[in-house]
């Protein structure tokens, strides 16, 4: 059996997204952004405030840095060194999640086993020292509403997470009583940011004219230098959890996967580009073709890459991921439809986020005649590793700016979220 050229055509119509609807995308990005300014209501993003500016690059000091935002827990201590220096001392990682073992982001989990898990980390990252005073910075990367730079409440879980009991809580506080039970009431957790202020902060720390923060992996957010030009107000990063940006039409494959997913509804420009979410697009689509609809093979981002990168016009790796995954054999000519879609939806992811970023240049850009020059800060593994990513991303920052597109940089900030989290607790500790 060979795919059929008609539905395989209306498959890939369905992730295609033309110049003059990715132009109206973007300006309905600026118009949310702009109303979200007004109100937080009247967007679709929760434009949630940090309550931290740009780094003055001056910050120093040793600090622990917490990063907690994906399946994978780090914990860093970190001495900053000013000027965009700085040098990791010590590095722990843990996943949350092993496989037959424990997992700790299910929904038969609790807050106590999480945090707990954490405070161990933090354990190992002091070498056991209970009596030296650090203070923590912590990078959290889910919706939090703040009312300064410790308070910060998670608004709801997203990228599939589920345990009960954190919801609505002050993270810190939860972070803080588990450090207690451990013995560790010397590491004292001081701020809460999410990982786009991170990489902006980190980012920022070391190149000039950064108002863009971004993180393009498991999950997607941007995040923005608000100058609050007419107001009084200091200027503040704003996370605007754009992931949750929802004035563009999902195609019919993002319906069915948002019906399917922990939070129906919300997310939505996320389900439609992140990591955690392609390899699930691109499954459901190659099930219809194999005429199995609704089953799931269980693709990741990772393979889709794999798929990318088979360059021989047999295709070999495609057929066999192909098999493996579905237990269908295809021939070298259905493997080319299969890679077609796979670019078909990273282009799109990629195009999606060039569309995001103009929305902000645009209003960062206000009535001026040209855009100042931009560096936008992005970390994420989709970004990084997954081929095309990029490439696209630039592609479609030319076609949305035309000649002002010279004025932006895209930056690599990996690792952001463990400097940034530095960053952010020697800022902490300055206002004290
Ligand atoms: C999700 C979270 C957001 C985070 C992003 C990237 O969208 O809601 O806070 O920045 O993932 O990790």
Redesign the pocket.
């Known amino acids: 059996m060979s795919f059929d050229q008609n539905q395989f055509d209306s498959i890939l119509a369905d992730f295609t997204i033309d110049s003059d609807e990715l132009r109206e995308i973007a300006g309905a990005f600026r118009y949310d952004l702009k109303q979200g300014l007004k109100d937080p209501d009247l967007s679709s993003m929760r434009m949630l405030k940090s309550y931290i500016g740009l780094p003055t690059r001056k910050e120093t000091g040793e600090y622990l840095a917490l990063d907690f ?2 399946t994978n827990v780090r914990v860093l201590r970190i001495r900053l060194d000013g000027d965009g220096k700085f040098e990791v001392l010590k590095k722990v990682a843990k996943p949350l999640v092993v496989a037959g073992e424990y997992n700790y982001i299910a929904a038969d989990a609790t807050a106590d086993q999480m945090f707990g898990f954490i405070a161990d980390l933090v354990e190992e990252a002091v070498e056991g020292d209970h009596t030296k005073k650090y203070y923590l910075g912590h990078t959290f ?3 939090s509403s703040q009312t300064d730079l410790y308070n910060a409440k998670l608004i709801i879980w ?2 599939e997470f589920a345990t009960p009991g954190v919801e609505g809580k002050v993270v810190n506080d939860l972070l803080k009583d588990a450090l207690h039970k451990k013995g560790l009431d010397n590491v004292e957790p001081t701020a809460v940011i ?3 202020v991170a990489v902006q902060l980190a980012a920022a720390y070391k190149h000039d004219n950064v108002n863009i923060g971004c ?1 393009y ?5 941007t995040c923005y230098l608000e100058p609050y030009a007419d107001s009084a107000q200091e200027p503040m990063i704003l ?1 605007l ?1 754009s ?1 949750g940006f929802n004035r563009l039409t999902p195609g019919r494959f993002d319906v069915e996967l948002d019906k399917n997913s922990e939070k129906p509804g919300e ?1 939505r420009l ?1 389900k439609m580009v992140s990591g955690r979410y392609m390899g699930e697009l691109f499954g459901m689509a190659l099930a219809e073709l194999f005429d199995e609809k609704g089953k799931a093979y269980g693709f990741t981002s990772i393979d889709m890459s794999a798929i990318m990168d088979d360059e021989d016009a047999a295709h070999p790796a495609i057929i066999q991921l192909v098999a493996e995954k579905t237990g269908h054999t295809i021939d070298a000519a259905d493997a080319d439809k299969v890679q077609d879609l796979v670019l078909r939806i990273v282009n799109r992811s990629a195009r999606l986020v060039a569309a995001s970023f103009t929305g902000i240049l645009w209003q960062l850009q206000g009535a001026e005649k040209t855009l100042a020059p931009q560096t936008i800060a992005v970390d994420g593994s989709v970004y990084e590793k997954m081929p095309h990513a990029k490439e696209n991303l630039m592609k479609g920052l030319s076609e949305l700016l035309g000649t002002d597109a010279a004025a932006v940089e895209t930056v690599l900030e990996n690792g952001g979220s463990g400097l940034g989290a530095a960053i952010a607790a020697a800022v902490a500790a300055s206002r004290k």
């Open positions: 935002g994906g990367s889910f919706p997203t990228k999410n990982d786009t993180i992996a498991t999950g997607h957010n996370n959890e992931g997310q996320e």
